[in-house]
């Protein structure tokens, strides 16, 4: 008979229950330390992405390393090349800022590593997260009674959803057949605004395998809203051309100028036709807080889903989307499987949500923490302050392009995204198309020198062809005079480089 292993050869590897709480609080005090510097830091690394690239190149560690070498790592390699996305004057992509309570919810969900995939795996985590869901429809005013889960992103969401939407509309058994069924009358086509569709929903129509042709762009009217007329015209067209429309998406603030669809006229469409109201709202539906701006968010409550991103505007620290879906039967019938090893026996009294049947994820983190206990530490009212803060930016910036000799507005602020172009005085007498590639390069220029600099991180995008600058200002720690010295320094830049008529 083979000798059994004896016990003292086992070792879970486990850190030294004294030593992880001395380094716990060195955890806790490297944390507020970085916090307390956060205001004055230079928000990008000064190294090239090939220096940082090898800066950790390593081979696989053989060996364990201690604790306090590990963490060493985090102030010398980690620290020194992040771009500090909690930085008041961070303006890039639409990336939140990350609330600190946030930081005590990541430690303590990954301390006990429930799986939120499955209820018995996480009896806390999927009530907690059931109550987020909650919390969310009820903040932006969308009906409680709604389903919905937490996922990675706004893409996720996106794709979520027009999947959910493909299999409750579509006139054959899409999850059994797929898209190969012969009961497949036609092509599947879904509609966006042709300026401010975002790509994640053409990354989701790609995922479902619908193929991106699959989109059709609808015209925008003059304000990058989408033109609701032209839309039941591509309606008309289509379906005469033996297409099958299936599903509209509305954006509930756009990514370049935070623009909200005309929403009610959209959800009318969708009834009237029997078709799927999807509403992105990734960017902005969390405005909808906001009493003074909630007849811009009209018709929101008749979406049949809704896309939101903690991770932009309710300042959740990465990931954190979210897709609410007004019946939930209809989201848990998209994803639901069964198999034997997913069942087990607990007892009788059991009757937990499995959230894995709700969404294209089975095993799932403990992320609903960190929301729940953002919107207890911060309440509605809160997040109301803090909303309207970031709109008030945007505002002051408009007023101060406004009175600039050097930037001109590219559309009004409508509530934390905004862009301009770098359009000087001299210049507003000659033909714009004549100097445009001039005024595109110079635009690049003056965001990627205040971004090189480090004080602040701004980026461009296009406005019908225009090379602009574009703030999102979604942190909870920009105040108006982050802004009024963001635009000291861009006008400064802009005269230096035009001096020194520096093109690139
Ligand atoms: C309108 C809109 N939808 C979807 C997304 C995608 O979200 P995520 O980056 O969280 O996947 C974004 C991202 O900026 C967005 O602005």
């Known amino acids: 008979m083979k000798k059994a292993i004896a016990v003292q050869d086992f070792d879970n590897l486990d850190i030294d229950l004294e030593e992880f709480r001395k380094y716990g609080y060195k955890v806790i005090d490297a944390i507020t330390e970085y916090y307390s510097t956060i ?3 230079k928000i990008i690394s000064e ?6 690239e090898k800066v950790f190149e390593e081979t696989l560690p053989l060996t364990g390393t201690s604790v306090n070498n590990i963490l060493g790592e985090w102030h010398n390699r980690v620290l020194p090349h992040t771009t500090h996305l909690g930085s008041p004057r961070y303006f890039g992509f639409v990336n939140g800022s990350g609330s600190m309570i946030s930081v005590f919810a990541d430690a303590l969900a990954t301390s006990v590593n429930m799986n939120s995939g ?4 996480g009896p806390a985590a999927t009530e907690i997260e059931r109550r987020v869901i909650k919390w969310i429809a009820e903040l932006i005013n969308y009906p409680t009674i709604c389903g919905g889960l937490l996922v990675g992103g706004g893409t996720i969401a996106n794709f979520s959803a027009l999947l959910t939407a493909l299999r409750n509309t579509a006139d054959y058994n899409t999850t059994e057949e797929g898209l190969q069924s012969n009961k497949k009358r036609g092509k599947f086509t879904l509609y966006m605004s042709d300026h401010e569709g975002h790509i994640s929903i053409v990354k989701a129509a790609d995922m479902i395998n619908l193929g991106r042709n699959a989109i059709r762009r609808v015209p ?25 429309p299936f599903c509209i998406v509305a954006q509930v603030g756009s990514i370049n100028v935070g623009v909200v669809d005309p929403l009610e006229r959209i959800a009318e469409i969708c009834k009237e036709r029997k078709l799927w109201f999807h509403a992105d709202g990734a960017c902005g539906a969390f405005g909808a807080i906001l009493p003074e701006i909630a007849q811009m968010y009209k018709g929101l409550e008749q979406a049949d889903s809704v896309t939101l991103d903690p ?18 039967e209809k989201l848990r ?20 949500l499995d959230f894995f049947e709700y969404g294209p994820q089975m095993s799932r983190g403990f992320n609903a923490l960190k929301i729940w206990m953002t919107i207890k530490n911060y309440g509605k009212e809160g997040y109301q302050k803090l909303l309207r803060q970031n709109i008030l930016c945007a505002k002051h910036l408009h007023q101060l392009v406004l009175q ?5 507005p590219m559309h009004q602020p409508q509530l934390f995204i905004y862009a301009f172009r770098f359009f000087p005085l001299q ?5 714009e198309e004549e100097i445009k590639s001039y005024l595109d390069v110079m635009n690049q220029k003056i965001a990627d020198t205040i971004t090189a600099s480090g004080f602040a991180f701004i980026m461009t995008s296009k406005i019908k062809e225009k090379i602009v600058i574009r703030l999102s200002i979604c942190s909870h720690r920009t105040t108006i005079q982050d802004i009024d010295k963001v635009f000291e320094k861009l006008t400064t830049i802009a005269g230096e480089l035009k001096e020194k008529k520096e093109i690139y």
């Not at 959740?316 to 007004?326: F, H, M, R």
């Not at 600039?404 to 001109?408: A, C, L, N, P, R």
């Open 47 to 52: 190294s090239s992405s090939k220096e940082i």
């Open 404 to 408: 600039s000799d050097v930037f001109v």
């Open 311 to 328: 991770h932009k505007w309710l300042y959740i620290p990465y990931e954190a989307g979210c897709l609410l879906v007004k019946e939930e």
């Open 39 to 41: 205001k004055d830091r």
């Open 220 to 244: 925008s009217n003059e304000d990058l809203t989408m033109n609701t007329d032209a839309l039941e015209k591509m309606l008309d067209e289509d379906i005469k051309d033996g297409l099958i």
């Open 118 to 121: 499955g209820w018995k795996a």
């Open 333 to 352: 019938r998209t994803f639901s499987i069964a198999a034997p090893y997913l069942q087990g026996t607990l007892p009788s009294d059991y009757n937990g």
């Open 427 to 431: 210049l507003r007498n000659k033909n």
